[in-house]
């Protein structure tokens, strides 16, 4: 981006009809996503997008969208949409007003450090992944009701109505869906211990209707928070839960509360990106990264170039080393965010870098401070006609979460315990390793790679996005980041590309199948330099809105899924 200004500038002294024409040159750009002039949402499924959009329509902010999407995405969505997970939101309101919402899970108060443990020390991965045992205190019912009773404009019932009438009605089952259904009925019926409503044998253009999640709905509207933190849907729940092994407690529902959170803020080039904060590692991580190769002429090396992947791959492997000691629950342990995203910090991080040799991470570990998450997740984005921006990324972190149904509610319970270091040094279910800073503790939040960011540019909206993914969510939305900023790429475009990620260990950058050129892989190799290009989790489905000079908005919905821009 530096580079190419200069290059425009230096040209403009000789010629400004060549300095016009090098601006008003062919667009690049090979696909535009929807544009409009008003309001849009971006999700996982048209059925959601379509409800936020109405809820707009009918007089409602993008915070009462944000609450009639989440509640969509947990019909239509059960892979990850949810009522029994939790999530992060970033904010940005019209006067520029930024902030943030945690309301990740919470480890049980009957928690033990070595819970997942056995005798001899060893971790039991099943334990943490399946059943009652893995489940957090949900979050996310209560991250509506924080958000709506902060800046709802529309009652609550009126918000609801069409997420129920969507329930009661049903919706039409996706090849996707069908698929992910087929693929997990085993494990429902395993873990479950019998059929479940997800666990019939359903067919592309099937109706599928979940009167249970709409009546548990309907409730939620009538009587409130408490419904679901102590009323009849929490005791239905706790005896659910208990049933399975579970160790939730009343007292677990009552004292849990969503938490306003400043988001992570960080300059990169002419953007100011405002991210989530811990217990997210998503912003500390990526603004790691994009700080570590900004000096970098990234326009200079070429989008997907061997140089380009690299230098982010050298980055990247520095960034999840620092993550991995030194990330937690902020409430529970101190973080260095200030020098984790200083400049001397980061410049002795890479003092080491060379483009000659890939620098091992066996060779890496986690930078000295003086004083010292899939997939299966899903993440949408909002901006309303009045530009006030809503980003959200919500999970039940495995795919369906624990696989554990309550049928008598109409929703999965996630495995967010996962997402702890059961033991410090082994990895979790997305390799990543975790250190006493996340060990389990009664009452705290595990650590998370959830990443909703909304983008400034010269001090105004420019992008709102995030994307499921696991581990590689970071390295997703930061690719888009820069897919917009330094190549100059439409949001679909930026959306649509090709993406990598590096993650410190295992050491081997995982590239999107059948996507890079063998000559670049082949360069990359040369240069030591291990990788994988099978059909790995690195596909992320990013969900995006980009605000186009003229004011009006570009959505950039993934098509590695069934997400869809939706908008007037």
């Known amino acids: 981006m530096k580079k190419f200004i200069l290059l425009v500038v230096f040209l403009s002294m000789f010629s400004c009809d060549s300095a016009k024409e090098k601006t008003a040159a062919p667009s690049l750009v090979k696909e535009r996503g929807l544009v409009v002039s008003n309001a849009m949402v971006v999700s996982a499924r048209e059925e959601a997008s379509k409800i936020g959009v109405q809820i707009m329509k009918q007089g409602g902010n993008a915070f009462d969208a944000m609450v009639a999407t989440e509640m969509a995405l947990a019909v239509v969505y059960p892979f990850a949409g949810n009522l029994g997970g939790g999530g992060f939101m970033v904010y940005r309101m019209h006067d520029g007003e930024t902030g943030a919402l945690d309301y990740r899970e919470k480890a049980p108060l009957a928690a033990e450090r070595t819970m997942y443990q056995d005798s001899a020390g060893n971790v039991i991965s099943e334990r943490s992944r399946y059943g009652g045992l893995a489940v957090g205190v949900p979050g996310t019912v209560a991250g509506i009701f924080a958000v709506h009773e902060k800046f709802g404009s529309l009652p609550l019932a009126e918000i609801l109505a069409p997420v129920i009438a969507l329930a009661k009605n049903g919706y039409s089952i996706t090849e996707n869906q069908m698929n992910t259904l087929a693929h997990y009925r085993e494990s429902f019926l395993r873990v479950n211990r019998d059929s479940i409503l997800y666990s019939q044998e359903l067919k592309e253009g099937d109706t599928l209707r979940n009167l249970a999640l709409a009546n548990t709905l309907e409730r939620l509207a009538s009587n409130g928070r408490e419904e679901f933190y102590g009323g009849s849907t929490g005791e239905k729940l706790l005896n659910f839960l208990q049933q399975n092994g579970g160790i939730i407690t009343m007292e677990d529902l009552i004292s849990y509360e969503a ?21 997210s590692s998503g912003g500390i991580v990526m603004g790691q990264i994009m700080k570590m190769i900004e000096d970098f002429p990234l326009e200079e090396y070429g989008h997907n170039s061997a140089k380009m992947i690299q230098l982010i791959t050298e980055a990247e492997r520095r960034a999840y080393a620092d993550r991995s000691f030194y990330l937690g629950d902020p409430d529970f342990v101190d973080i260095p965010v200030d020098t984790l995203l200083s400049e001397d910090y980061l410049q002795e991080r890479m003092k080491n870098f060379s483009f000659s040799h890939a620098t091992p991470s066996s ?13 299966e997740t899903t993440h949408y984005s909002i901006v309303d006609s009045e530009g006030n921006a809503v980003a959200v990324t919500t999970t039940l972190n495995g795919a369906y979460g624990s696989k554990l149904y309550a049928e008598e509610l109409g929703f999965f319970l996630n495995n967010e315990m996962d997402d702890f270091s059961a033991k410090p040094g082994v990895p979790n279910m997305f390799g990543l390793i975790g250190a006493e800073a996340n060990a389990i503790e009664p009452g705290k939040r595990m ?4 990443t909703p960011t909304i983008v400034e540019k010269n001090g105004n909206l420019f992008m709102v996005l995030g994307s499921p993914g696991g581990s590689t969510i970071i390295t997703s939305v930061m690719q888009t980041i820069l897919n917009v900023a330094d190549y100059d790429m439409s949001m679909q475009d930026a959306v649509n590309a090709p993406r990598f990620h590096h993650q410190w260990l295992p050491d081997e950058i995982l590239f999107e199948p059948n996507s890079f050129d063998p000559e670049i892989l082949e360069t990359l190799k040369q240069k030591g330099y291990e990788f994988s290009e099978g059909q790995s989790r690195i596909l992320g489905k990013v ?20 997400d869809k821009a939706v908008g007037y």
């Not at 938490?259 to 217990?279: N, T």
């Not at 060779?363 to 997939?375: K, P, R, T």
């Not at 809105?545 to 009006?552: A, E, N, Q, S």
């Open 259 to 279: 938490k306003w959170r400043d988001p992570v803020s960080f300059q990169y080039d002419d953007l100011q990106i405002f991210a989530m904060s811990p217990p």
């Open 363 to 375: 060779s890496l570990e986690h930078g000295e401070i003086v004083g010292y998450e899939s997939m």
């Open 447 to 450: 650590l998370s790679s959830m």
């Open 543 to 562: 969900d995006a809105i980009l605000v186009l000079p003229d004011g009006k908005l570009e959505g950039g919905a993934d098509r590695r899924g069934d």
